[in-house]
């Protein structure tokens, strides 16, 4: 049995919030001791070439554990080949009321609705310039203050994106949560044109002054029509983003109806997300150009997920949700599945 197997009855014993807090601190003990071997299976780097950077391997962190990037060289010790920071904004802001966050163990789920709390985007700096980042990349992801009109949007987004760049090896614009009222109507056609439009000219403006080009992502929700993934995918295509990640947490509760907390609102994550997830996943990657990468998210328990979600076009993956039910040992099993794939590419979608 592994560590986590041990520690897990005694964290969900806990507030679901409390337990978070309470394992990042016990993960930076270990890291800071020399002990996070015990937490994770090391295993042999799977190297993958996208977005122009190298990534030790395909298997991220999501963003939404590490809110202020204070755990990043704990976080990598776990062997992601990289970790996504944030959701950090301009100013800082404690996010909705207590409690907020709910564990589903009957669906292998959890909802939240923390809302972006966060200490802010110049605390987020500190913490990211202290950090050695020693064995993966460093994803860092964007929003704007609950009490920023949408119409003022871009000049949070504008701020952020300023001030991450010279320290991220990329950057997710996140308009896709469903914990700040009104966010996710950027999403439609025209607000997600003038948005981006605006990102991608600052992008280059920085790309000049910094004298390196960090690639900017957009990050999607689950419950887009069919329609309006296609129109993402027409403005995506049309201002040529680096990449975009698919996706975000869903409002829908089909999968979990009378499951405890079931009906709290906030975002669901977890093996109930998988199914909806993995379909904008394979309609967005039937529609953009080859040239935009896929990153999968949303409902990885197992290395047969992490495989289902490349079978569906993703080049890189992201887990969150599957470490509260799994524990880090998931990160060398979605590698491991991921490289038998690869090197077996004639079994195809099997492995899904």
Same mark, same amino acid.
Do not use: W
């Given at each position: 049995?592994?560590?986590?197997?041990?520690?897990?009855?005694?964290?969900?014993?806990?507030?679901?919030?409390?337990?978070?807090?309470?394992?990042?601190?016990?993960?930076?003990?270990?890291?800071?001791?020399?002990?996070?071997?015990?937490?994770?299976?090391?295993?042999?780097?799977?190297?993958?070439?996208?977005?122009?950077?190298?990534? #030790?391997?395909?298997?991220?962190?999501?963003?939404?554990?590490?809110?202020?990037?204070?755990?990043?060289?704990?976080?990598?010790?776990?062997?992601?080949?990289?970790?996504?920071?944030?959701?950090?904004?301009?100013?800082?802001?404690?996010?909705? #009321?207590?409690?907020?966050?709910?564990?589903?163990?009957?669906?292998?789920?959890?909802?939240?609705?923390?809302?972006?709390?966060?200490?802010?985007?110049?605390?987020?700096?500190?913490?990211?310039?202290?950090?050695?980042?020693?064995?993966?990349?460093?994803?860092?992801?964007?929003?704007?203050?609950?009490?920023?009109?949408?119409?003022?949007?871009?000049?949070?987004?504008?701020?952020?994106?300023?001030?991450?760049? #010279?320290?991220?090896?990329?950057?997710?614009?996140?308009?896709?949560?469903?914990?700040?009222?009104?966010?996710?109507?950027?999403?439609?056609?025209?607000?997600?044109?003038?948005?981006?439009?605006?990102?991608?000219?600052?992008?280059?403006?920085?790309?000049?002054?910094?004298?390196?080009?960090?690639?900017?992502?957009?990050?999607?929700?689950?419950?887009?029509?069919?329609?309006?993934?296609?129109?993402?995918?027409?403005?995506?295509?049309?201002?040529?983003?680096?990449?975009?990640?698919?996706?975000?947490?869903?409002?829908?509760?089909?999968?979990?109806?009378?499951?405890?907390?079931?009906?709290?609102?906030?975002?669901?994550?977890?093996?109930?997300?998988?199914?909806?997830?993995?379909?904008?996943?394979?309609?967005?990657?039937?529609?953009?150009?080859?040239?935009?990468?896929?990153?999968?998210?949303?409902?990885?328990?197992?290395?047969?997920?992490?495989?289902?979600?490349?079978?569906?076009?993703?080049?890189?993956?992201?887990?969150?949700?599957?470490?509260?039910?799994?524990? #880090?040992?998931?990160?060398?099993?979605?590698?491991?599945?991921?490289?038998?794939?690869?090197?077996?590419?004639?079994?195809?979608?099997?492995?899904?």
């Amino acid at each position: 049995m592994s560590v986590y197997s041990f520690a897990r009855p005694f964290l969900f014993g806990l507030d679901a919030e409390r337990a978070h807090g309470l394992g990042l601190k016990a993960l930076d003990l270990a890291y800071s001791t020399g002990a996070t071997a015990a937490l994770a299976r090391r295993c042999a780097p799977l190297p993958t070439r996208v977005l122009g950077l190298t990534f #030790p391997n395909p298997v991220g962190l999501a963003a939404g554990l590490d809110k202020n990037g204070a755990h990043i060289d704990a976080l990598l010790s776990l062997g992601f080949g990289f970790v996504e920071v944030g959701t950090v904004t301009p100013r800082p802001q404690p996010g909705n #009321p207590k409690p907020r966050m709910f564990r589903l163990p009957a669906g292998q789920a959890v909802i939240n609705r923390l809302g972006f709390n966060n200490d802010g985007v110049d605390a987020l700096v500190r913490n990211v310039e202290r950090a050695q980042r020693k064995g993966g990349l460093l994803g860092i992801n964007i929003g704007k203050n609950k009490d920023t009109p949408n119409e003022d949007a871009a000049s949070d987004y504008l701020h952020c994106l300023e001030r991450v760049y #010279p320290l991220a090896d990329y950057v997710t614009v996140n308009i896709s949560s469903p914990n700040t009222a009104g966010l996710r109507e950027l999403q439609e056609e025209q607000a997600l044109r003038r948005l981006v439009g605006t990102l991608r000219e600052a992008q280059e403006k920085l790309a000049a002054q910094h004298g390196k080009r960090v690639p900017v992502l957009v990050k999607v929700a689950p419950d887009l029509s069919d329609n309006d993934i296609d129109a993402a995918a027409r403005v995506l295509s049309d201002l040529a983003v680096d990449g975009v990640i698919a996706t975000n947490t869903t409002i829908d509760r089909s999968r979990i109806q009378g499951m405890n907390h079931a009906d709290e609102a906030g975002g669901l994550s977890g093996a109930p997300l998988m199914p909806q997830s993995t379909f904008v996943l394979r309609r967005l990657r039937a529609r953009l150009p080859e040239s935009i990468p896929l990153v999968g998210v949303g409902g990885i328990l197992s290395g047969a997920d992490a495989v289902a979600k490349m079978a569906a076009g993703a080049t890189l993956v992201q887990c969150y949700t599957g470490l509260v039910y799994r524990g #880090p040992e998931l990160v060398a099993e979605c590698v491991d599945a991921m490289r038998r794939r690869k090197e077996a590419p004639s079994r195809g979608t099997a492995d899904a």
